[in-house]
């Protein structure tokens, strides 16, 4: 089992920065793919980034490369997804989710993570 807790969502215009964190704790940290999704009102959920703590391989979404940095910090157990140039479209609800690795790249397909965070809100005003 692997429970994660999300914080950092909020408002924001345009242009600006957030920075999410998630915690992770009940399984050993250092081995893991760690995501993050969000949705969207009325779009699918869509995988933004994903790191694996062992190596810090990380992977982006098209939309959010070179806008968005994951990275992990071992000692503390989080994944930091640190956003910045937010546009409104980035607006939705984000989850911090994680699995065990299949891979030395982590994927973003939904379908592979099996543990879930309660999400945190981001919003982005034009």
């Known amino acids: 089992q692997v429970q994660l807790v999300e914080s950092g969502g909020g408002s924001v215009q345009a242009g600006g920065s957030l920075r999410l964190s998630c915690v992770a704790s009940?399984?050993?940290?250092?081995?893991?793919?760690v995501a993050w999704f969000r949705r969207a009102p009325g779009k699918e959920r869509e995988g933004v980034a994903a790191?694996?703590?062992?190596?810090?391989?990380?992977s982006y979404a098209d939309s959010v490369r070179g806008r968005f940095t994951i990275s992990r910090n071992n000692a503390k157990t989080t994944v930091d997804l640190q956003m910045n140039s937010l546009k409104p479209e980035d607006t939705g609800m984000y989850y911090c989710?994680?699995?065990?690795?299949?891979?030395?790249?982590?994927?973003?397909?939904?379908?592979?993570?099996?543990?879930w965070g309660q999400g945190t809100q981001v919003t982005v005003s034009s």
């Open positions: 009940g399984s050993i940290f250092s081995q893991l793919w």
């Open positions: 790191i694996y703590t062992g190596s810090g391989i990380a």
């Open positions: 989710a994680s699995t065990w690795p299949r891979a030395a790249v982590p994927l973003l397909d939904a379908e592979k993570y099996n543990y």
